[in-house]
């Protein structure tokens, strides 16, 4: 982690949907997050792995009407998005699907194409039981940057650990986290790296990473950015 990391909109933008009260706000913070990347249709989405179509949105910016379409035809039978999704840890392109059979998936196809989508993509994220968090990010464009799919990733992410934390509220103890992994993560808060918390602390740097993802690990957090945002916002730790 580097100073510029800490210093910019990325994690004000991380920091504000962390910080959300409802899944309202929650949303219009991710819409906006996502708006500021580029133009898409966003679908986000829990799908049970082993009932092929069963898939139930909890936030959409496509037409209302398309949804109901969608449902109604029940095109998550035929979705090729769907068990790519249930196969993979990592996020895809809609291209790289398997390429559309029978005249059902041709009509999802041809109704994707007249809203104006070209492609997309798709990261899902695996939960511990049959559920699995489906996000899908549909554009006009032929092609997506690496850099657009990382920012998607790391705002859908976000999203389902803010998600779940609103749906399913967790109990944190105030003493969950040591006062030297308090420490550590209060200097990285300030924009130090590891090399210069270790200095500061008389350390060395394994020290360090070896508080830092103790932390990580009792906070159920994915990376040390999200980790130092969640230790703020229930007050474990303050700048």
């Known amino acids: 982690m580097n100073r510029d990391l ?4 990325t994690l004000d933008t991380l920091e504000a949907m962390l910080r959300t009260r409802t899944i309202e706000e ?11 990347i580029g133009e898409f ?16 949105p909890t936030l959409s910016s496509y037409p209302k009407e398309w949804i109901s379409h969608y ?32 005249k059902k998936e041709w009509a999802l ?25 489906f996000a899908s ?15 998607l990733s790391m705002l859908t ?3 389902h650990q803010r998600y779940q934390q609103l749906t399913a509220p967790q109990v944190i103890q105030p003493d969950i986290l040591t006062a030297r992994e308090r420490e550590c993560l209060l200097w990285v808060a ?16 394994n020290t360090i990473k070896f508080h830092l993802k103790n932390a990580q690990r009792k906070l159920e957090c994915t990376n040390r950015v999200t980790t130092v945002i969640k230790a703020l916002s229930l007050g474990l730790i303050s700048i």
Request: hydrophobic share 40%; aromatic share 10%; proline share 4%.
């Open 190 to 205: 300030n924009g130090r790296t590891t090399s210069e918390v270790a200095d500061i602390l008389n350390v060395n740097d």
């Open 157 to 159: 992410m976000q999203y």
């Open 137 to 151: 990010f549909g554009q006009t464009g032929r092609e997506m940057p690496l850099r657009m799919q990382i920012a």
């Open 71 to 102: 449902i109604g035809n029940n095109y998550g039978q035929v979705d090729p998005l769907l068990p790519r999704a249930m196969q993979t840890t990592v996020g895809f392109e809609w291209n790289t699907c398997d390429a559309m059979m029978n």
């Open 26 to 36: 929650l949303a219009q913070q991710f819409h906006k997050a996502v708006d500021a």
């Open 41 to 56: 249709y966003c679908l986000l989405a829990n799908v049970n792995k082993f009932q092929r179509g069963a898939i139930q």
């Open 109 to 133: 196809a041809a109704d994707i194409y007249e809203i104006g989508l070209r492609d997309g993509f798709v990261l899902p994220i695996h939960g511990p039981g049959s559920s699995v968090f």
């Open 6 to 9: 800490m210093d910019n909109s």
